[in-house]
């Protein structure tokens, strides 16, 4: 497979022609090293991905990539959090995007694409989950613990205990993930619940803009990988706004940019809000993450000598 990507190789069109592009940016994130003043330094890698990449097969290939420290920052939605405990809690089963929705309904069973979750497994994370937020409201009263949506995914990380979660590994490898939309799905359920259960959780979000916006303010460097679009594309880009624009940047999805929407938007137009610098060599694939995202993290990170970054 190595033989027929990378930049010497002129054979190929299409979305191909992309893939291998993308695959030299990626080698270019993890093969930048700082000099002089910077000596020391490495790319700053900002990896963002839609809730679906947590849902379908792709939690794996994240995994791999928080556990072995390959990337630096996560931001990802609402559901990108919860799926991820889900998961750990029961299983997901596969079935068809064409089977009914009525009848799905009838019979306790949600469908994402063509993946079927049933309603009993957002039970078990209600019941695993509210106990944690009684404990953090409790924190918050006596010790004034300060919560802030990506300190709550690290708490939750660490409670899971189990190696088979992304935030497992974030957790215990202190990479922050930042979720600014996390009530958008059954964690934000969870926490409607709780606010009448035993009210006066606050979550910060100020504080997390802050964090992020600042991780990129004093990163010498700074690639991003965007899989999908919407506010966890924006969120990466606009933090990447505040040094002047990322110096490398991948985005896969499917959209096209007729329509004005921010995940249709090539490279190019963020560089016009200086969120990826002038002189960068972006790239974008037009394709469905789940087949083109493991391809790259096999020609890149993957090859890595002791599957560590230098």
């Not at 490398?248 to 200086?274: C, H, K, L, M, Q």
Request: charged share 25%; hydrophobic share 35%.
């Amino acid at each position: 497979f190595g033989k027929c990507n990378g930049s010497t190789n002129t054979c190929k069109g299409f979305q191909a022609t992309f893939l291998s592009r993308a695959i030299d940016e990626v080698n270019k994130m993890l093969q930048w090293k700082g000099e002089g003043e910077e000596e020391g330094a490495r790319c700053k890698i900002y990896l963002g991905y839609t809730s679906n990449m947590i849902s379908c097969g792709l939690r794996d290939v994240i995994r791999f990539l928080t556990e072995h420290k390959m990337v630096d920052v996560i931001v990802t939605t609402g559901g990108g959090i919860e799926e991820d405990f889900i998961k750990c809690l029961a299983p997901t089963f596969m079935g068809e995007f064409h089977l009914p929705g009525a009848a799905l309904r009838d019979k306790g069973l949600n469908r994402i694409g063509n993946l079927l979750i049933p309603n009993d497994n957002y039970c078990k994370f209600e019941d695993w989950v509210m106990p944690i937020l009684d404990k953090m409201l409790e924190e918050q009263k006596k010790e004034g613990t300060h919560w802030t949506p990506s300190r709550i995914i690290n708490r939750l990380g660490k409670e899971i205990n189990n190696p088979e979660s992304v935030y497992y590994w974030a957790w215990k490898n202190d990479i922050p993930v930042f979720c600014p939309a996390i009530t958008d799905g059954s964690l934000g359920d969870m926490l409607y619940f709780h606010s009448y259960h035993n009210p006066g959780l606050v979550v910060d979000l100020v504080d997390d803009i802050r964090e992020i916006n600042n991780s990129s303010v004093y990163a010498k460097h700074t690639g991003i990988i965007i899989c999908g679009g919407g506010v966890i594309k924006h969120h990466i880009c606009n933090a990447n706004l505040m040094r002047n624009g990322a110096d490398y940047a991948v985005y896969i999805n499917t959209a096209e940019e007729f329509d004005g929407s921010d995940a249709g938007a090539r490279p190019d137009e963020a560089v016009s809000w200086g969120k990826i610098r002038q002189d960068a060599t972006s790239v974008k694939i037009h394709s469905d993450f789940t087949l083109v995202f493991p391809l790259i993290v096999a020609e890149t990170f993957a090859k890595l000598p002791g599957q560590k970054r230098p």
